[in-house]
Antibody, heavy 120, light 112 residues
Framework: EVQLVESGGGLVQPGRSLKLSCLAS????????MNWIRQAPGKGLEWVAS????????YYADTVKGRFTISRDNAKNTLYLQMTSLRSEDTALYYC?????????????WGQGVMVTVSS | QITLTQQAESLWISPGERVSITCRAS???????????LSWYQQRPGQTTKALIY???VRTDGVPTRFIGSGSGTEFTLSIEHVQPEDFAIYYC?????????FGAGTKLELK
């Protein structure tokens, strides 16, 4: 069974940093691209960042470029999102999602999400 | 970037009815492989986000046949026939043709 479990969220002050993790299980993690998507309270989904299976290709939304870094450790089956210079508008539920490239090019499995609150 | 517009923020329907949710893209989502890079997702409270449709019209494994994706170019539709109580949720379209990937704003199906 595919499982994606996010962790590392919490309350952080503006301008500070936070690192999210997404532990994957139930599939060969190194064969899949991964994504971070976020959802501000009461709002819709916003794609944040994407990383290919071998980390060769990395993309970011303009809203986080230069502040967030997506990475992965295939030996640990873990996806990361390093967030710096956090702003109040980064407050959201952050999801990781598996990217099915070869068949469909869509996000086929999602985690439950982890909450990040940026406030003084 | 490619903008996806879901005009209807909410749609009020009764169980058993048919409903269509539209998603319009600011440019064609057709890739050189002949496929559209448009997918649909369902969000229900307390559950993980679920992928329903990819390549505009292909149902993902286990998705009931009452969910039908259609469209081409820039206009896409998710139809649900004979809406069931568990279908009252929020639906999003997503384009993965070009980075930055973008979602539509979402359409909430509400009980009439």
């Amino acid at each position: 069974e595919v499982q994606l479990v996010e962790s590392g969220g919490g309350l952080v002050q503006p301008g500070r940093s936070l690192k999210l993790s997404c532990l994957a299980s139930g599939f060969t993690f190194s064969n899949y691209g991964m994504n971070w998507i976020r959802q501000a309270p009461g709002k819709g989904l916003e794609w944040v960042a994407s990383i290919s299976s071998s980390s060769s290709y990395i993309y970011y939304a303009d809203t986080v470029k230069g502040r967030f870094t997506i990475s992965r450790d295939n030996a640990k089956n873990t996806l990361y999102l390093q967030m710096t210079s956090l702003r109040s508008e980064d407050t959201a539920l952050y999801y990781c999602a598996r990217h099915r490239y070869l068949t469909g090019h869509y996000f086929d499995y999602w985690g439950q999400g982890v909450m990040v609150t940026v406030s003084s | 970037q490619i903008t996806l517009t879901q005009q209807a923020e909410s749609l009020w329907i009764s169980p058993g009815e048919r409903v269509s949710i539209t998603c319009r893209a600011s440019q064609s989502l057709l890739y050189t492989d002949g496929k559209h890079y448009l997918s649909w997702y369902q969000q229900r409270p307390g559950q993980t986000t679920k992928a329903l449709i990819y390549h505009a019209s292909v149902r993902t494994d286990g998705v009931p046949t009452r969910f039908i994706g259609s469209g081409s170019g820039t206009e896409f539709t998710l139809s649900i026939e004979h809406v069931q109580p568990e279908d009252f949720a929020i639906y999003y379209c997503l384009q993965t043709l070009k980075s930055p990937y973008t979602f539509g704003a979402g359409t909430k199906l509400e009980l009439k």
